[in-house]
């Protein structure tokens, strides 16, 4: 278990480390820095409801795909099931929903998306998760990826992202 959580944590800190040291470069400082990757102050009743939108549409588009995917006869979510009950141990479930959500928020939708758009940030998002051995676990990574990332465009701010996307891991932790 040890190893596992010092893979995550070297895992994440690259994904949050990269696009901050490009930007730190790029910028000049840090705080133009994480302001460059989507973290902007809004007011928090906005917020609140661009997270609730988001989470929402994340929700309906995971069960919409779900519904597809098993009509269409792909059903390998074994691997990413299997994965999900071992992480619902202490201190693993704490990874999905925290610091594992801001670091993909902040490398695929905060600096991903804005090199290389939504459709190629949801590309390589969807690739990541490659690493499940599932179709299904990518088709889906892709489709909320790029939800996430076309919802970063729009709000031009991480937090409704990080919000909705940790709520969503939660609500795929309790459900399997």
Do not use: C
Request: charged fraction near 10%; proline fraction near 3%.
């Amino acid at each position: 278990m040890l190893a596992e959580i010092l893979q995550n944590f070297s895992a994440d800190l690259l994904l949050i480390g990269i696009p901050i040291a490009y930007l730190l470069f790029e910028k000049g400082n840090l705080k133009k820095a994480l302001h460059g990757i989507g973290f902007s102050h809004s007011p928090l009743k906005k917020l609140a409801k661009k997270t609730i939108a988001l989470f929402v549409i994340l929700a309906v588009a995971s069960f919409s795909l779900g519904f597809l995917l098993q009509l269409a006869g792909i059903n390998d979510m074994q691997n990413v099931e299997k994965t999900i009950q071992g992480m619902k141990i202490f201190p693993l479930f704490f990874w999905p929903m925290a610091i594992r959500v801001v670091s993909e928020e902040v490398f695929f939708r905060g600096f991903l998306t804005t090199k290389i758009g939504a459709v190629g940030s949801s590309v390589v998002f969807a690739l990541f998760h490659a690493l499940y051995f599932s179709a299904a676990e990518v088709i889906g990574a892709f489709v909320l990826g790029f939800i996430l990332a076309k919802a970063f465009q729009l709000n031009k701010n991480l937090y409704p992202n990080i919000m909705a996307h940790a709520g969503y891991n939660a609500l795929a932790m309790a459900l399997v």
